[in-house]
Antibody, heavy 125, light 106 residues
C-alpha cells in the first residue's frame, strides 16, 4: 500500500525551530515528487512547495519562499519541512502530498493522489 | 499566481439532491483542474483529476466538467457521506493554487 506517514503533533513557542517529517512507503520514493500543503485553523488549503527526491531541489511557492525549508533524505524515504524561527501565524496543520505528475517538472499534475495524515503545529507563548 | 474562485462558498442540500459546485480560474488552465473532498479532521481526498476523470474508487455519482476558465463538480444524488468541504486546485502553472472551498451542509 502506498502511504505517506507524518510525524506527530508539535507544540512550540515563538522563535523556536522545528522540523516535521513525512515518510513514504509502498513505492519507489526517489521517483515521485513530494509536496507540502498548509491548512490554517478553519481555513482552506495553501500550496507551500515541492521537492524531487532524485535531485533534492526544492521549489517554493512565493508565499512561503524564505519562510520554510523543504528537504529530503532519500536513504530513509523521508521528506522534511522545517522552520528556523516559528511565529504564532505558523499554527496550522501541514500535509505532505504526492502528486501524480504529468511531466518531469511535475507541471501539470493529475491530482494530489496520496496524502499524509497531517501534522498539527501549534505555536503559542 | 492563478486565482481560483469557487461558488457557492456554502450550500445546504438534502440526501438525494443533485448538487453543482463551480470553480473559475483567473486565466485559462486547459483541463488541469482537480477536485478534492475534505471531511472534518481528515486529509483531503482526490475525487476528480484533469477536470473530468474520476479517481479510482470514487463513486460514479461524482463527475466533473469544464475547460479553460470554468469548471464544475456535480454530485448526481447526494448521499449522507457526501457532506463535506470541496476544493478545486489548478496544476497548470506554478505555484499550484486552490479554491477557497465550498462547504456542503445538510
Amino acid at each position: 500500500e502506498v502511504q505517506l506517514v507524518q510525524s506527530g503533533a508539535e507544540v512550540k513557542k515563538p522563535g523556536e525551530s522545528l522540523k516535521i517529517s513525512c515518510k513514504g512507503s509502498g513505492y519507489n520514493f526517489v521517483s515521485y515528487w513530494i509536496g507540502w500543503v498548509r491548512q490554517m485553523p478553519g481555513e482552506g488549503l495553501e500550496w507551500m512547495g515541492i521537492i524531487y527526491p532524485g535531485d533534492s531541489d526544492p521549489r517554493y511557492s512565493p508565499s512561503f519562499q524564505g519562510r520554510v525549508t523543504i528537504s529530503v533524505d532519500k536513504s530513509i524515504s523521508t521528506a522534511y519541512l522545517q522552520w528556523s524561527s516559528l511565529k504564532a501565524s505558523d499554527t496550522a496543520t501541514y500535509y505532505c502530498v504526492r502528486p501524480d505528475c504529468g511531466s518531469a517538472s511535475c507541471y501539470p499534475d493529475y491530482g494530489l493522489d496520496v496524502w499524509g495524515q497531517g501534522t498539527t503545529v501549534i505555536v503559542s507563548s | 499566481d492563478i486565482q481560483m474562485t469557487q461558488s457557492p462558498s456554502s450550500l445546504s442540500a438534502s440526501v438525494g439532491d443533485r448538487v453543482t459546485i463551480t470553480c473559475r480560474a483567473s486565466q485559462s488552465i486547459g483541463t488541469y483542474l482537480n477536485w478534492y473532498q475534505q471531511k472534518p479532521g481528515k486529509a483531503p481526498k482526490l475525487l476528480i483529476y484533469a477536470a473530468s476523470n474520476l479517481q479510482s474508487g470514487v463513486p460514479s455519482r461524482f463527475s466533473g466538467s469544464g475547460s479553460g476558465t470554468d469548471f464544475t463538480l456535480t454530485i448526481s444524488s447526494l448521499q449522507s457521506d457526501d457532506f463535506a468541504i470541496y476544493y478545486c486546485q489548478q496544476s497548470y502553472g506554478p505555484p499550484r493554487t486552490f479554491g477557497q472551498g465550498s462547504k456542503l451542509e445538510v
